[in-house]
């Protein structure tokens, strides 16, 4: 099969038998060889493998010179305690039941209706009077407790007379001589017992108290509304009332009359009851500040587009107030002015909605540039943008301050002069009077000329003389 055939039939060989047994004997000795050294070797294998053999190395159970073999003959197992199974039947806490018309005693009963009546959740975000409140819904569980007692002690009357079957006892104890009164029947107890049950509640002036605690309170506001609210204050502010009632009124269904007066209870009590009052009033803040930046940024936009009458074409951004006079060599003046606008139509932040609205405009149709800008792309530049308008317009006011200063100077110097002038014109018509009068003196002629000058004089002068003039 291998070929050993075509050996043993070759005629050209020079192997002979004894060659063979050479060769076979060889294979046998050292295959022998081969098993006594894996048998020698493999001494421990899982052939022989037993626990309870004594191999020439000792016993298994030995340890550290100690034979472990008849020590702990109960073995390592620890002993669990017997399995306690819940019982669902029991015959006899069931005729117990039946017979007692399963009522518990009145400790009990007491308290377990003072533990199942917790009151009404009263959260700090809801504005309860809770000093008052607490005190009324105390004294209610206390009624509420000796009224279960109460219930219990009913039952518990009326089991007993039918289990010990009172009248018959009493018909007995009738029929005897003896002289002793005869015990009250329990079931006469308990009707009188159950009669005082209705008396054993809250005061009529109490409870309407606690009614209008509940009332002013909110209790049907939940912490899911509350953190709507707390969003909407964030978002518009404290002064903008309307908008985060219709805000809020939107987000939890509730009337909007509800919702305004919550936002009144609110900044009157929130300071004084709320304990995370600090961290909100700083939330509020921030998003009231937030809103006064976007207040400064819309008038800004607004002012510089209103400046130009065809701003798309017109508006240009002067770059040398805040960026060392570097537009930037990727973005046109003509982008520029088309994301000025966009900003002052849509508003600052939108920028989603101006993205679409460069992809969809008509003059930037081949421009691939500005039609791949990603929204963060355009945040960056319009941050850019705005930076260097909101330098612009704060030097246009300051140049406007500067000239209409300069114009107030001008006109009031102009004002001084004509005073100047007009009281000059006045003491030269009182020095031309004085020497008219000294010629009247002197020679008692031109009467008649001295007054008319006067007269003059005093016609051409309409103001009244200043200070130096009457000097």
């Not at 100690?66 to 069931?94: H, I, M, S, T």
């Not at 819309?298 to 002012?303: F, G, M």
């Not at 960056?380 to 308008?389: A, F, Q, T, W, Y």
Request: aromatic share 8%; hydrophobic share 35%; charged share 35%.
């Amino acid at each position: 099969k291998f070929g050993a055939d075509q050996i043993f039939k070759g005629k050209g060989s020079t192997i002979s038998d004894a060659d063979i047994d050479v060769i076979l004997a060889k294979g046998e000795e050292k295959t022998k060889a081969q098993q006594e050294l894996i048998t020698k070797d493999a001494q421990h294998s899982l052939a022989n493998f037993s626990l309870s053999a004594e191999p020439e190395g000792g016993s298994l159970f030995e340890f550290e010179g100690d034979d472990y073999r008849n020590k702990n003959k109960g073995g390592l197992f620890l002993n669990l305690p017997q399995r306690e199974r819940k019982r669902n039947y029991d015959v006899n806490a069931y005729f117990h039941d039946a017979l007692t018309g399963g009522s518990k005693s009145g400790q009990d009963a007491a308290a377990a209706a003072r533990k199942m009546r917790k009151g009404p959740p009263m959260h700090d975000f809801q504005f309860f009077q809770r000093d008052k409140l607490e005190v009324l819904i105390a004294k209610e569980n206390d009624l509420a407790a000796q009224r279960a007692q109460q219930m219990a002690n009913v039952k518990e009357l009326r089991s007993r007379s039918v289990r010990e079957n009172w009248e018959s006892q009493c018909q007995m104890m009738g029929g005897s001589s003896s002289t002793e009164e005869l015990p009250e029947d329990p079931a006469m107890v308990a009707d009188r017992l159950e009669a005082e049950l209705p008396n054993i509640c809250l005061a009529d002036k109490d409870a309407n108290a606690k009614a209008k605690l509940m009332e002013e309170g909110f209790g049907d506001w939940t912490r899911k509304d509350y953190r709507a609210y707390l969003q909407a204050l964030e978002q518009f502010g404290r002064d903008d009332v309307e908008s985060v009632v219709r805000q809020v009124a939107a987000e939890t269904s509730k009337p909007e009359a509800a919702v305004e007066r919550y936002n009144g209870v609110f900044w009157k009590k929130a300071s004084s009851q709320l304990s995370d009052w600090s961290k909100i009033i700083e939330k509020i803040e921030k998003g009231e500040k937030k809103i006064a930046r976007n207040r400064e940024i819309r008038e800004a936009l607004e002012t510089k587009v209103n400046r130009y009458a065809q701003p798309f074409q017109q508006l240009t951004v002067s770059f040398a107030a805040s960026s060392g006079g570097a537009r930037g060599k990727i973005w046109s003046e003509e982008e520029d002015a088309y994301l000025v606008c966009m900003m002052h139509r849509h508003g600052y932040g939108q920028w989603e909605r101006i993205r679409q609205e460069i992809r969809r405009a008509w003059q930037f149709k081949f421009d691939w540039f500005f039609k791949s800008r990603s929204a963060a792309d355009l945040q960056r530049r319009g941050d850019v943008l705005l930076r260097c308008i909101e330098k612009e317009n704060e030097e246009s006011l300051k140049k406007a301050a500067a000239a209409a200063t300069a114009a107030a100077k001008a006109k009031k110097a102009e004002s001084a002069r004509k005073r100047r002038s007009n009281g000059n014109g006045n003491g030269n018509g009182k020095d031309s009077g004085g020497s008219n009068g000294s010629k009247k003196g002197a020679g008692g002629k031109g009467k008649g000329d001295g007054e008319g000058a006067a007269a003059d004089d005093g016609e051409e002068d309409e103001e009244p003389p200043t200070k130096k003039s009457k000097k």
